[in-house]
């Protein structure tokens, strides 16, 4: 044996012994990440529900005009049941040993679809008819169908940055002290979205980088 590969051996063995440590390093990690989501937003769902709901104002003629279309439209992208993405996560959860991603992603479609219910109940208290479709609704969930879960999370980033502006937009639209408070609170809860999938996405391109050293270490030892 040349040099060499005596010196190609040594590594791989060394690599043997350190990578099964960094790994469960790594997955230890990934897991406690995951129960911190779950605890989050757990407790995120009881203060929610801290809203002015005997809020008695009216919205005005102009008011009404004003936001009917985009809450319409919002209400619907809220409510999304996200079948594909859980399925896809799950199917994550299974291969990555964690049991609490799928957890977490579940809450987090929750906390979306609580929005939706809450802007629906402002809705009909403001007689303002719900709709079952848009094309825009329709755009964003054929995207995150044709997806994995990487680009679904993705496009649901994509999804949260046009929504802050949208909500920041709404709370000054009226006076209703309830779709102020609404509005906010979705506000809040979307700022830490963008950061709950920031760390779901780093999370998977860690993955896809730790695959692509093995596949080029395997590629090195065949040379």
């Known amino acids: 044996m040349s040099a060499k590969d005596m010196g190609r051996a040594k590594q791989c063995e060394v690599l043997s012994r350190v990578q099964p440590t960094l790994r469960l390093g790594f997955e230890s990690q990934a897991q406690a990440q995951s129960k911190a989501w779950c605890a989050h937003f757990e407790i995120n769902r009881l203060a ?6 005997d809020d008695a104002y009216n919205l005005s003629d102009g008011e009404r005009q004003a936001i009917q279309k ?3 439209q919002f209400q619907l ?3 999304s049941e996200g079948r594909r993405l859980l399925d ?3 199917v994550y959860a299974h291969s990555a040993g964690d049991p609490y991603f799928r957890e ?3 809450l987090f479609v929750k906390e979306e679809q609580r929005h939706s219910s809450h802007l629906l109940r402002f809705m009909r208290r403001q007689e303002i008819p719900a709709v079952t479709s848009h094309w825009v609704d329709t755009v964003f969930r054929r995207l995150r169908g044709l997806a994995g879960l990487e680009l679904s999370l993705r496009v649901l980033v994509t999804a949260e940055i046009i929504a802050v502006p949208y ?4 709370g000054r639209a009226t006076r209703s002290k309830l779709l102020q408070a609404i509005g906010s609170r979705i506000l809040q809860d979307e700022a830490t979205h963008l950061n709950f999938q ?3 996405l780093s999370r998977l391109a860690r993955e896809r ?3 692509s050293c093995r596949l080029l270490a395997c590629a090195q030892r065949l040379f």
């Open 209 to 211: 980088s730790r695959l």
């Open 48 to 53: 929610a529900e801290n809203l002015p709901w």
């Open 70 to 72: 985009s809450i319409q």
């Open 77 to 79: 992208g809220e409510g």
């Open 88 to 90: 896809r996560g799950d």
């Open 198 to 200: 920031a760390s779901m």
């Open 167 to 170: 909500y920041c937009a709404l």
């Open 104 to 106: 977490a992603l579940a």
